[in-house]
Structures are given as structure tokens and as C-alpha cells.
């Protein structure tokens, strides 16, 4: 087991893997940029290093300066959490290089897998069914082709990244060149790699997800679907696990399914693989992401595994001591994410308590909201036997939630909870196109 730890990453998901490593006895090493300089996760650290001013692209972006710091300090591995780097198979060779463990995928996995036309490739020889589509294309004329092959309305998504960038809906030629440059565009300053692909619009749909760990020694498990359908312009709202629109058995089938795809794949970590379910049942393989997901912890309250930790043991070689039958899913956890909607100085925090009630959070009195960050604030995420109990659990938690200082979508997440479409289960991606 490593010994410390450099986290390279800031907000809720550095203070969630700082308190991870303190339960495991680890040491951590925090970075920081100029902005953050005052944040809890650099409190909690046993070590802080600031590496460069605000902008992510001078600070929580800057491969050599993080790598730097690890060393400087004496680490032996560095967790990116989720963003930023996770993904950067060049910052996973980068680690290597300096003699430091990458907490995640190895780099070559990593880029095999994290292009998305090559990933379908792979799946399509494991018994998922994968939405129709193509490799990258490597120009609007070549777009334009494959979108009359496949049959409009198509998607057009960015081969690198995720978090919703670099994706447009197309639904007929004439709205192809537009989106071809938006998509693309995005995609360079999001990921720094412009290249896109087509795929089959499956409409309607839900948008659900299923937690995956898989370790070097070959073995791998299935910790449950998550249902991730409220998502505003493919930005993700409300998780819930189990999903309400998966019954025993078709659960059973799916997630067995993906075991064994994720071991044909040879993959090893924590990962998540992603599905659009339509209204007939079926599931279509989207993509995986090699991360630890911001939603994870909806997951570890359902089955009470602790991912962050499973990773850490994973990537220091130790195999997973339970299998699929060990696996608890039992009940209902839901999760809402709490974002800014200004920047500010949180000027009071009060955060709901009692049973199975958890608020993930960076959040302290006298936090400064920049503009240079993401706007997640904190992850509100309840559990009870029943879903009907943890939606009324939910609602009470979000009633007691203040955060004042700072506007926020609290209100919008309570009309959500509260929506008739919401408490049957019977809502898709169309969700929060409806919603008043």
C-alpha cells in the first residue's frame, strides 16, 4: 500500500479522497492554484503545494508543475479524481515516467479506450449491443456521408473526454455544418483534441449507467446501474440507483453482461460503462468512462463500497475480496448535485443531517466561489428502503440545506423531487426540456 498520496485535483472530490486516504492511513499532498490558496481540501492535507494562478489551464492542468510537487514531497502515487486530468493518457505515461503510480487505468488502456469509436469497436465482441455509428471523421464532408448512412437525426460527439462537451444533436443536413464546428471547437478547448464521430440518435431514452471494478489479478464486479436521465444540455442534475425503469432480472442479465465485457476488454480500475435505454427495453452501449464518476457516490451509499478506496487498493495491486453474490442492493439512494448559479463568499453553511443523509462538499464558512471552476458545490445524497421514502427523505434534506452568500439551484432541485414525472419513475432524457 502506498504511504502518500498527491491529489491532483481540487473542490468536493479532493476533500472526498483526502478523508479516504486519512480512514486508510495515508498520507496526502494537496495542490492548489493562487484562487484556491484558502480551500478546505489544502487544509486537510498533510502537505500543500501551490502550483501556478487561477486558470486551470496554468494550475490543475499543468502536468509538469503537479508532477513536480509529487516528487518534491515525496509521494509514491497521484489520484486525479475525476476532470482535469483523469483521463490525460499522457499525464498516466508522464507518471510512470517519474516513477509514480497513476491512480486509474494504465496510459496505454487508457487511450485504447477513452476514444469512443475505437472503444465501440472493442464492445461490439462482447454480447452488448453498441448504438450504430463511426470511427472519427476526419472532416464536415465525411460527417455529412456518414450521417446519411447511418439516417438523421444523429449525434455528433467529441472521440476524447466527457461531461457532456462536445456533443450536438443534428437533425437534418442543414443543421450539420453549424453543429460540426460547434462540436469540434468545443472539443479542442475542452479536451485539446478536436475529432468527433457520429452515432444513432435512440430517442426516447433513458440515460443509464452501470459501476464497474475490475483489478489486475482478473477479477471484476458489477456494483449496479445508476439512472442518470435529469440532465440539462448533457450536464447531469439527479442520480438514482437502482433505476426505477430496470426490473430484477433485466438487471441481472445487464450486469452481467458487463463483467464480462469488462474483463474481455482487459480493463482494471474503477470505470462506468454508459447505455441509452429505450422505451422498448433495450440497451445501447454510448461509451466508458475511466474514472472515478462525480456520481459515484450514490453507488457507495446503496452498496456501502467504498470506490475511492477500491481504487487506491486496486491501482497498489491489492485484488478485491468479494464477488458479485457479496454485493448488497438493497433499497433506494438518490443523489442531487448542488451547483452555483453566481460566484461569491459563502457567508453560512448548514448541512441536513440523520440517517443515511450525506452533502459531499468543499464548502466552509468564508469559501470564495471563483469563475474559473466548475460549478459543482456539493453532491446531497440520501438512502432508505424504499423510493418512496428516500424521495420524501430527499425533499426534507433539501428543505434543511442552506447555503447562503451564493445563488444556487436548491429551489430547482426541491421542484424536481417534487414533480409528479419525477416520484412515478416514468421520466427520460426529455425531463428538463418539460419542466416549468
Not at 496554468?58 to 497521484?78: H, T, V, W
Not at 453566481?342 to 440523520?354: A, D, K, Q, V, Y
Amino acid at each position: 500500500m502506498f504511504s502518500k498520496i498527491l491529489i491532483a485535483n481540487r473542490g468536493e472530490i479532493a476533500v472526498r479522497i483526502i478523508r479516504a486516504c486519512k480512514e486508510m492511513g495515508v498520507a496526502t499532498v494537496a495542490v492548489y492554484s493562487e484562487a484556491d490558496k484558502n480551500a478546505l481540501h489544502v487544509a486537510l492535507a498533510d502537505q500543500s503545494y501551490c502550483i501556478g494562478s487561477p486558470e486551470a489551464s496554468e494550475s490543475y492542468l499543468n502536468e509538469d508543475q503537479i508532477i513536480s510537487a509529487a516528487i518534491l514531497a515525496g509521494a509514491q502515487a497521484i489520484h486525479p479524481g475525476y476532470g482535469f486530468l483523469s483521463e490525460n493518457a499522457h499525464f498516466a505515461r508522464l507518471c510512470r515516467r517519474n516513477g509514480l503510480v497513476f491512480i486509474g487505468p494504465d496510459p496505454e488502456n487508457m487511450e485504447r479506450l477513452s476514444d469512443k469509436a475505437v472503444l465501440k469497436e472493442l464492445i461490439q465482441n462482447t454480447g452488448l449491443t453498441v448504438i450504430p455509428g463511426t470511427k472519427a471523421v476526419m472532416s464536415l464532408e465525411e460527417a455529412k456521408q456518414a450521417a446519411v448512412q447511418i439516417g438523421y437525426p444523429v449525434m455528433l460527439k467529441a472521440c476524447a473526454g466527457g461531461g457532456g462537451r462536445g456533443i450536438r444533436l443534428v437533425r437534418s443536413e442543414d443543421d450539420l455544418d453549424e453543429s460540426y464546428l460547434q462540436a469540434t471547437s468545443e472539443a479542442v478547448q475542452a479536451f485539446g483534441d478536436g475529432s468527433v464521430y457520429l452515432e444513432k440518435y435512440i430517442f426516447p431514452a433513458r440515460h443509464v449507467e452501470l459501476q464497474i471494478l475490475a483489478d489486475e489479478q482478473g477479477n471484476a464486479v458489477c456494483l449496479g446501474d445508476r439512472d442518470c436521465s435529469l440532465q440539462r444540455r448533457n450536464q447531469k442534475l439527479i442520480e438514482e440507483t437502482p433505476s426505477p425503469a430496470i426490473g430484477a432480472e433485466q438487471r441481472k442479465d445487464i450486469m452481467a453482461l458487463a463483467v464480462e465485457a469488462v474483463k474481455k476488454i482487459g480493463y482494471v480500475g474503477a470505470g462506468t460503462l454508459e447505455f441509452l435505454l429505450d422505451n422498448h427495453g433495450n440497451f445501447w452501449f454510448m461509451e466508458m468512462n475511466v474514472r472515478l464518476q462525480v456520481e459515484h457516490s450514490v453507488t457507495e451509499m446503496l452498496t456501502g463500497i467504498d470506490l475511492v478506496k477500491w481504487q487506491i487498493r486496486i491501482a497498489a495491486g491489492i485484488p478485491i475480496n468479494f464477488t458479485q453474490k457479496d454485493i448488497r442492493m438493497q433499497g433506494s439512494a438518490i443523489e442531487c448535485r448542488i451547483n452555483a448559479a453566481s460566484c461569491g463568499t459563502l457567508e453560512m453553511l448548514h448541512i441536513p443531517g440523520g440517517p443515511s443523509v450525506r452533502f459531499d462538499t468543499y464548502l466552509i464558512a468564508g469559501t470564495v466561489i471563483s469563475p474559473y471552476y466548475d460549478s459543482l458545490l456539493g453532491k446531497l445524497v440520501v438512502f432508505a428502503k424504499t423510493r418512496e421514502e428516500t424521495l420524501r427523505k430527499m425533499r426534507a434534506s433539501l428543505c434543511e440545506l442552506v447555503i447562503d452568500g451564493i445563488a444556487t439551484n436548491i429551489e430547482e432541485q426541491l421542484r424536481i423531487v417534487e414533480d409528479e414525472r419525477f416520484t412515478s419513475g416514468k421520466y427520460d432524457l426529455t425531463f428538463m426540456g418539460n419542466i416549468q
